[in-house]
């Protein structure tokens, strides 16, 4: 499947990539034959354009030239022509809408010398006020005698000489010598050289000559038309370019040059040609136009750009989304194959827990069970099946007693299945130390078992409980053991000591006369019985502590160093009352006797080692010490530990200021030590700035609810450290065991228990004393 992924992927990307260079092609390809296509759409209609305004070009010539041929013809006949004749001979002309046409003249050749005559002649014939005004060079004049205005503006210009008009005056000759009209050469009308520079236009003459008819012709002049040359083309053409065509007219000129007859332009970048040669009068003229291709219809849609964009765009989508399908399905088995991964991890990390948890529950000495919300055992660990004796689990809770044989501790009364710890951390209830007896076929001779029950998450929502058991019927002989140990010691040793006491006292009162120092013998000997008493009960003290089972339980801190400062100042005057001061304390799992005996202690020490007539000050405080642990602090103002003595302190009988004359035995730390220490805990000592000294000792903060929760949920690392306390308690409690005195009867433990009675009275006092005893 992995090796699939890359290849998925790769083909995805392949057949997009292969999808969009086909659509582009395709596209582009289109484009450019709809652009050629729209190219030859153009060049035709260009090529018909042109074709049109050649046509109209030449046809408007043509015409121009047939008119002034008709009306030369049609006044050729009248042999003393007067303007009434030109009048009406050249009248059509006016309504001929002749574009460009300026105007229309009757023209005659008058040699120098006649001037004056040919003025006086043609005055006669109508021309009236004419005045003939000869160009100075000129050895031929041509004047203009008649004139017709057309297009032209102004007085009809009678008596020029268009010998001043080179381009005009050949074509005159040109026309009368061959006899027929001819075209000029482009040049300014003489009618227009007095207008501003701007206003003049390229223009040129038709002229035809006037011949007469009769065997002898005659000639008699001629009929001239002038055209100005742009309003000729820009007429001509306007209406067929329809403002797409530019126009320019040559012609070729006598001497062979091709000037510009005409210029017509219409906006835009003009990038296709045509020039067509066409025939005016008797010269030949060259039409050339220009169009910008992208203004001729049917060239300039914007179809192919269009389709180009949105046919580029297209392939483009097309082939995202051709590569959102491949590539998708190579996402959702990569996505799969991320969630298998994990459950994978996760079944691994199950699986280590589920070896973890057997590993543990195989390994440890304790019996545990667990039951579903039936009371249907769900696990139970070999040490249950080797401590219950019975293979078979009855997962019916009413059957339990009968089939694990469970009984009251008194051996006798089937235990009641409610009070059982199982049903009752069923019930949501914890319970710890509940004791019955388990005797059945495996197990005659019955053992005494301790069990501690909590309720359990099981899984998502459901509920359970677990029971952890312990076999204590072998710590309990051997706390029946030291029992009778402690009974003998207290007893057997401590009641000679009373009656000695008993007989000095006595003697002390009979021998009331006696001298002094008999007396202070007696005092003596009452002294050091007291000495010995307090020695006995330290001493049993340290044997309780080191080797009584421990009880531990949740214990109020404050509430217990309350009622030992109670007990060790309540019988003080208030003048000699210490300064204590105690900060608000968290509860601890502790055995409180024992835990009493520490705070007693340090207490004690704290305000028994102060310089004399001082008022001693002490402060009890405590912190957390990491998630589990409570660190409690002892600190006095008193005289302090040096250096080198504090390794030693803790040792047993141990004084540091002996000579100072301080009482005690050395025992007090040690036992303090032992104490922390089978509750997991450590003590230990430094100066307190300022003065004084400064102990310190941890302890277990009380297990939370919860924290036997088996769904993994909880901190696993919280979970050990609980179960780790608990083994050390319990090698704690094993490695304490001493061989038994003698086998007992499995007795009740309770507050009557003489080791703990010990520990739980006070410390002996171990005030200064400077008695001769020591
Ligand atoms: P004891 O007090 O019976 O001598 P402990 O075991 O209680 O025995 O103390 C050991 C020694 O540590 C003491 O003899 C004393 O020298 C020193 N010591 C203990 N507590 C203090 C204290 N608060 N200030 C000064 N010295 C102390």
């Not at 007085?155 to 005159?172: K, Q, R, S, V």
């Not at 008194?410 to 951390?425: K, Q, S, W």
């Not at 909590?454 to 359970?464: E, W």
Request: contains cysteine; aromatic residues 4%; hydrophobic residues 45%.
């Amino acid at each position: 499947m992995k090796r699939r992924e890359p290849s998925t992927a790769a083909a995805g990307l392949l057949s997009a990539a292969v999808v969009l260079v086909v659509g582009l092609t395709v596209v582009v390809s289109v484009y450019a034959s709809m652009r050629a296509n729209q190219r030859e759409n153009a060049d035709r209609v260009m090529d018909q354009r042109t074709a049109v305004a050649a046509a109209a070009v030449r046809t408007e010539t043509e015409r121009y030239r047939s008119l002034v041929e008709t009306a030369a013809a049609g006044i050729s006949t009248n042999t003393a022509l007067t303007w009434d004749d030109f009048d009406t001979a050249t009248a059509p002309l006016a309504s001929a809408n002749l574009i460009g046409a300026a105007s229309l003249a009757f023209v005659v050749p008058v040699g120098t010398t006649g001037i004056a005559a040919a003025q006086t002649l043609w005055r006669g014939r109508g021309a009236e006020g004419l005045t003939l005004k000869p160009v100075v060079a000129a050895e031929e004049h041509y004047f203009t005698i008649f004139t017709r205005t057309l297009n032209a503006t102004g007085p009809p210009m009678n008596g020029l000489d268009i010998a001043a008009a080179p381009e005009a005056a050949t074509t005159l000759d040109d026309s009368r010598r061959v006899g027929q009209p001819s075209v000029s050469d482009t040049y300014v009308l003489l009618r227009d050289r007095n207008l501003p520079a701007a206003q003049q236009q390229r223009s040129f003459v038709f002229a035809a000559p006037i011949w007469t008819r009769a065997n002898h012709p005659e000639f008699r002049g001629w009929i001239v038309l002038g055209l100005r040359g742009e309003d000729f083309l820009s007429g001509v053409l306007a209406t067929v370019s329809q403002g797409q065509l530019d126009g320019e007219l040559l012609a070729t000129g006598r001497d062979g040059t091709r000037p510009v007859v005409a210029a017509y332009t219409v906006p835009g970048d003009a990038d296709l040609t045509r020039s067509v040669d066409l025939v005016v009068a008797d010269r030949g003229w060259t039409l050339i136009t220009r169009a910008d291709a992208s203004h001729l219809p049917g060239a300039s849609s914007r179809l192919p750009l269009t389709l180009l964009l949105t046919g580029s765009g297209m392939s483009v989508l097309l082939a995202g989304l051709i590569y959102v399908l491949a590539t998708g399905r190579a996402r959702a088995v990569a996505r799969v194959h991320e969630a298998t991964v994990e459950l994978r991890q996760a079944e691994a990390e199950s699986r280590h827990q589920a070896g973890l948890l057997s590993a543990i529950m195989s390994s440890i000495s304790d019996a545990v069970g667990v039951v579903d919300d039936k009371g249907a055992f769900l696990l139970h660990n070999p040490a249950a099946r080797e401590l219950l004796g019975v293979d078979e689990d009855a997962d019916d809770p009413d059957a339990w007693q009968q089939h694990y044989g469970l009984f009251r501790p008194d051996g006798r009364t089937p235990f009641p299945v409610e009070d059982m710890p199982l049903i009752r951390a069923l019930r949501g209830e914890s319970c710890d130390n509940v004791e019955m007896i388990v005797r059945n076929a495996q197990r005659p001779e019955g053992i005494l078992v301790s069990v501690d029950g909590r309720p359990l998450d099981t899984s998502a929502g459901r509920h359970g409980a677990v029971a952890v058991f312990h076999d204590i019927t072998e710590m309990r002989r051997y706390e029946n053991d030291l029992a009778v140990f402690a009974g003998v010691v207290a007893h057997d040793l401590k009641a000679p000591l009373t009656v000695i006491r008993g007989h000095c006292e006595a003697a002390s009162e009979d021998l009331d006369e006696a001298p002094a120092d008999v007396r202070g013998s007696l005092d003596r000997i009452i002294l050091a019985v007291d000495r010995m008493a307090a020695l006995i009960d330290t001493l049993l003290a340290y044997t309780t502590a080191r080797d009584a089972p421990l009880r531990t339980r949740r214990v109020d801190l404050g509430a217990l160093v309350a009622e030992v400062v109670h007990d060790r100042t309540a019988h003080l005057r208030d003048d000699d009352r210490p300064q204590i001061d105690v900060a608000s304390l968290p509860a601890v799992t502790a055995d409180p006797a024992m835990l009493r005996h520490v705070l007693d202690n340090l207490l004690g020490n704290a305000l028994k080692y102060v310089r004399p007539g001082t008022t001693p000050q002490v402060q009890v405080t405590a912190e957390a010490h990491g998630e589990h642990w409570a660190r409690i602090e002892v600190a006095d103002r008193g005289i302090g530990i040096p250096d080198t003595a504090k390794p030693e302190i803790f040792d047993s009988f141990h004084r540091a200021h002996a000579e100072a004359g301080y009482a005690g035995t050395g025992l007090g730390l040690a036992i303090c030590k032992r104490i922390v220490e089978r509750h997991g805990g450590e003590i230990g000592v430094a100066d307190n700035p300022g003065g004084g000294t400064r102990f310190h000792f941890t302890l277990p903060l009380p297990v939370r609810e919860g924290e036997f929760d088996m769904t993994g949920n909880n901190d696993e690392a919280v979970a050990r450290a609980a179960l780790e306390r608990a083994l050390a308690e319990r090698a704690a409690m094993e490695n304490s065991r001493l061989p038994g005195l003698s086998a007992l009867p499995a007795a009740e433990p309770s507050a009557h228990d003489p080791a703990a009675a010990r520990l739980r009275a006070p410390v002996p006092d171990h005030h200064p004393t400077t008695t001769s005893a020591e």
